[in-house]
Structure formats: C-alpha cells, structure tokens
C-alpha cells in the first residue's frame, strides 16, 4: 500500500477498512468511544487493560501463540514461530488460523517475515509460557560491583554470555543443583529461598541454591526470591517453548442417545416447566409472599412455595428468579405503607399466558439466558456470611449469561444426541477461554447444566433440537411445537373422589382442576382428589355447583360418580347460608336454628358472639379471622360486602402496579453469542477514523489567512459547495483572532456557511461576516 509500517500505529494505520470493521466488531471497546486519529487508536489498543481484556477471548492455542510470540526474539518471522511451537505437520493449519486471528485482533502486527507483539503485551503476562524475564533484565538489579564480582568468577565480560555456556554450568553446579532447576523449568519461573541476595563465589557456594546464584543460572529479584532467566529456561527445556502444544480442544464424549428421544425428554421437561411457572404465580397472585426490607424473598418463603409447588428449594429458586426475568413477577407497594410490599404477578403475566406454550419457553428460556442473576446461590452465604436471598440484588453475577452461553456453546459442538459430563465441559471450556476460571465460574457451570436440564434446553443430559434452534436465532418455538407433549382435555373419574389425568391437561381444564381438587401426586399420570375444602375453594372463587358437575361431565372418559356428586352438592348447600360481615364484623343466617347452634357451641366463646336479631350475629373478631373460625367449626360462610352482595375470591385478583418487565413477545438475537455493535455503528467509526486521519495531516497553506471581497467571498462559497470543491478560508473567532480553515462548502444560507471541516473533521456552521477571505487549494477538483 505505500505505507509506512515501522511503528504499531502505522501498521493500523495501513489495514484496510475491512479489517478495521473486523477489529472493532471483534474489539468493540476500542470504539466506546470513537477515537480521534489512528494514533489514539493505538494507544488505546495496545494499553494493558485493553490487551486482557482481548485476551480473555483466546482459546488456548491462540493464547499459547501469543505467549511464545512474548518469548521469541522480536521481531520473529512465522516460520521461526511455528517452528519453535510445534515439530507435528498436522498442527501447521490450526497454528496459521491462530496465527492470522492474533492479527485480527491486532494482538500481533506486521508480516509473516516480521511479527512482533502489541505494546502492553508484556504488562499483562508477567511469565509467558512459565519463563521468566530475559537473563539482561533478571540481573538488571544487581549493584555494578556484584555483577562485576560475578562475571569476574565466571571470566565473562556480560551477562548475556551467560546463556552460551549454560549446559556447561549447569553440569559443573552438580545433580542436586539440577534438580532445584528442573523444578522451575516448566514454571512459574520464580522460587522463594531465604537471604537470596547474600553474597556468593564459586569458592564459598556450599548449598544447590548457592551453587546457582553463583553460576549466574539464578538471579535474586529480592532478599527471598529468586527467578530462573529465560535463555535458561529454554536451554532446560531444549529450546520448547511447550511441552505438548494442544490445536484443538479436549473431546466431548458421554453417552449418546437418538436425537428423538433428547427432543422428546426436553420437551416434556420444557412443558413441564411453563406449566409449574404458571402454578407458582397463579399461587402467589392470591397469596403472596412478602418482600423482605432489605429486598429478595424469604427462605421460608422459598421453602414453603418448593413444598406447594413439589420440586427441590433449588427448582423453587429457578422458577422464581426466571419469571423476575422475564417481567412476570415484580415488586409491589412499599414497606411504609398501608398495605406493606409484596412479591405479585404483573400484569403481563395475563398477556404472557395468552400464548403457546412452545412461545412461552422461547420467552422464559431467553430470560434466563440474558438475566445476570444466578438462583443457584439463593440460600446459601456470602463472604460477610450472610444469607443470600432469591430475588436479591446479592444474587447478582455480571459473568453469568456468559458462562451460560460458554456451556451450550459446549453441548452445541457435541455431537447431536450426546451427552457430555461435567468433567469433560470444565476441561473444554478451559480450552477455549484458559484465562476466564475461578471457582464461581466452575460453580456456574455445574448451575448451569442442572438449570438447562429443569428448563428442557437438554434432555437426558445432552442439547435439544429447539435449544440449538434458539441459540442459533432460528425458530425455537416451531421446533419444540413438534415434541411437545400433546395435551389432553379428558380426565378418568374414580369413586373413591380422585380423578386421573393421563397426561398434561389443556391449560383452561387444569387450572379449573386445580381450582376444586387437590394435586395427590405427579409423575406420567396425575392424581386430584376432591375434597371439601377444595369444593368450597372453587364455591369461594364463583363457581356453582351444578357448573362444576356439568364441568367434569364434559371432561371425564366416564360418568361422574354418585359420591362426587353428592360431595360437590352437600358443600355447595352450606356454602354461603352463614354471611359474614363487618361490625367489627357479623354474621347473618336466614336460618335462625343455624346461629342458636353456633352459639351453643363452646368451641365458639372466644368469638364473643352476640346476637343483634333472630338472624344477625355480631363478633368483636375481625371478619377474616371470623370465616377461619367458622370454617373450622364445620361451617362454610362466604364474605359479605358492606352492600349485601357476595364477595367473590379470584385466583388472579391481585397484580403488581409497576412496570418492571413491560412484557413483549422475546427477541432472540442476542441468545447465540456477546452482543456486539450494529455493522452501521462499525462503519461509522471507520469513516470518523479515517477523516481524523486527513484532518491529522491537513494543513492550511503558509502565509496570513486570505482576504476577499464580501460579495466575491459569498459568490466564490456557492461554486464550491455546488463543484464540491475544497477552499482555503480565512475565519475570525469570537475573541477577534484569524484562523485558517480548510473546508468543504456544503450550503450558504441565512447568513451562515455549513461545510466539512477537513482540519477538525466535522462539520461546522461558519458565521459569513467572521469569514475573511476565501481562495482554492492546490489540487481540490
């Protein structure tokens, strides 16, 4: 291209605008924000936080690469690189592939012939491939009269002789010496050693350690540090920079299964899943758990819904922190008020539960893929050990859709309908991210494998189809639609007041069902058991008597037994004969023998009961703790309104007045991979970086700034702005003193001129009575 690339700003400056849109897509805090010219861009891309952070997107090989790249003698040609990596042919593809990612990323710069590291390299990798630094600089502390006393025992004139004559020193320092080298050898490179500065010769050196600090095959870094100089290392190494240079990943085995069985299993487990958020929030729409004032949600709370809802504490946790996520619980009222706070469904759960259920996954599964929330950590304790509730912003870990995304990445490369284990996932993305561990990275992992398998992303440890299609931005829901489990609207009535579902109900018949019996067990069939309470619950939320026989009529294989029935219609005729009101509150019977029995009842004293007429009780109780009392008699009041009417209890009467979470049907993009900037936010940066680059070497002619008549000025501006040419200008500033612009004359209206400014690179608004003088530029069209 005609450029100089002797400096790492050339070499950027040089790349073509496709190679820049690739950096930055791939890098995109280079451009946060925009930098001026390619020398700040230089600056930025080669400062010791910007090369960690490049780094941690290595794999190992390219980890690997750049670390011998920091070894090798700069500037080192590939060929010299691959040699010194690797004596195996099949390695040389993967290692060319590395090679040209490192240059992507403008991790290395400059030609095959002559590659050397980005400035700021060093900084971040203290020990490159477990060597330590150049024997130069590992001895650059040494006092002059020691290192002079050093190399006068050994009968050099530098230490850089010292790496020359290794093999011979390091069999005259003896076998016990060797053995202290070839602890240090692979690294780290450095060992800790008491009084290592003290002084010593060939003649006094009396232990291992001495016998190489006295060889210069050591150097003391401080008074109990020592540190093995590279050269040495190499030479101990036979010139490798590894032992075993790994170009690709560790396999992932596991037992394989057909694809249409994980398919099938996942999307049982997935409906099962939508099914079981739906009951917590359904549950907790009419008896919700508090907020605690420090936010989050109880543990007994957390407890008690895992009991209600029969999955593990752990299963509760992810239920709830997923349905936070997705916008369909939220945060309502205040600790201060009237009403105190509580843990309520928002009003898109309502919208929410009006789609498919395979659109509902697709919804619950992107939530929690993107939620930087980690459930697995609800109830157990922080440094501070405190416990960390669901729901709470202790819960909160910026590297957790990473990691989730790190593990089905994972899976995804797997082959179809295998199943690796959790070794095998640690040991593979320890490949491809090395510098991203840690043991809450490891615990994240392990949370997310039990997590995707809850969720029905896997099934029978290995990826479902419709968890590929998601990650891979495809139509997640039509592929899941197709192993779904197909529900049934049917049930099998029995006469011992049970009824059999045998599969997953259609959701209007389920909630129906679970409204006027009780869950007795789960598993390929599930066991309702009515029961009076449960009647009277579905006789509390407005349904009749004859609507719940004809209900089950219509859904059951066989006919409603005589029992049901009667159970059902001896409910329903003491449901409501008792009405409770507020007096503090009352209770009121057209059946006086009613009220004459519950005031005979000693059970009753401590509702102080008095009568206000032959069919009016009145109760110093309140009217809640009233129809608990009553209920508990044996009798089934319902509530009365200050009115007469019935009060009506319903399932979803309550939801949180607040916007959290404002539901809309997911977006998915952003599921497969880090988010990365729009291509046009790209572009625009390299066409701001470019023009920084020309407004750089623009510069007005010499001499003083042009002077030209103000009618010939105006007249001039227009011809250019209409040829596109560009002029010289000579402009006053507002304290009076001239400057000389080069611009571009865009339009001149209304007093004022809109051009380019080439020598600031934007565009300006110049007021035409400032402006002095105009005059053309030697080659501008």
Known sequence: MGVSTDTYADWLRARGDEDLRALFAARPELITPVPADMGALAARASAASAVSRALDRLDRLALNLFEAALVLPSPIAYGDLLAAVSREPSGAAPIREAVDRLRDLALIWGDDDALRVVPGGRQVIPHPAGLGPPVREAFAAYPSDRLSALLGDLGLESVDEIPGRAGALVEDAGPEARAALDRLTWGPPVGRVDGARRPVTLATASSPIERLLARGLLAATDDRTVTLPREIG????????????????????????????????????????????????????????????????????????ATALDVPEWTAALLIEVAYAAGLLARDGDHDGPAGAWWLPTQAYDLWRLRDVQRRWTDLTTAWLLTDRAPGLA???????????????????????????????????????????????????????????????????????????????????????????????????????????????????????????????????ARELALAADVESTGGATVYRFTPTSVRRALDAGRGASELIDLLKRHSTTDVPQPLAYLIE????????????VASAYVRCDDPAVLDEIIADRRSEQLRLHRLAPTVLASRAPRGELLESLRALGYAPVAESPEGSVVVTRLDARRAETTHGAYEPAHHSQVGGVAGPDDSVVTAAVRALRAGERAARTTAPAGAPPRSPAMAMVQQLRQAADRGARVWIGYLDQQGQASSRIIEPARVEGGFLTAYDATRAAVQRFALHRITGVAEVDGSP
């Open 379 to 509: 109830g157990e304790r922080d440094d501070r050990d405190r416990l960390i509730n669901a729901l709470s912003d202790e819960a909160v870990r910026v590297s957790a859709p990473q990691v989730r995304r790190s593990v089905l990445g994972a899976l995804a490369d797997a082959e179809r309908g295998t199943a690796p284990n959790a070794d095998e996932i640690f040991a593979y993305l320890a490949w491809q991210q090395p510098r991203r561990g840690g043991a809450l990275r490891e615990r994240l992992v392990g949370w997310t494998l039990r997590e995707a398998e809850a969720i029905g992303v896997t099934g029978l440890g290995a990826l479902s189809g419709h968890a590929r299609a998601l990650l891979a931005g495809g139509d997640a829901a039509k592929a899941l639609a197709a192993v779904l489990p197909e529900p049934v609207d049917h049930v099998l009535i029995q006469a011992d007041l049970t009824a059999v579902a045998p599969g997953p109900l259609v959701s209007d018949l």
């Open 570 to 581: 001896d409910v329903a005729r003491r449901h409501g004969r008792l009405r409770v009101g």
């Open 234 to 305: 190499l030479h101990l190494r036979d010139g490798r920079v590894f032992t075993d240079l790994r170009t690709t990943p560790p396999p992932l085995g596991g037992t394989a299964r057909a694809g249409r069985l994980v398919d099938r299993t996942a999307g049982g487990q997935a409906f099962t899943f939508v099914r079981t958020v739906e009951d917590l929030l359904d549950r907790w729409g009419v008896d919700p758990p508090g907020v605690l004032r420090g936010g989050g949600l109880g543990i007994r709370d957390l407890r008690a819904t």
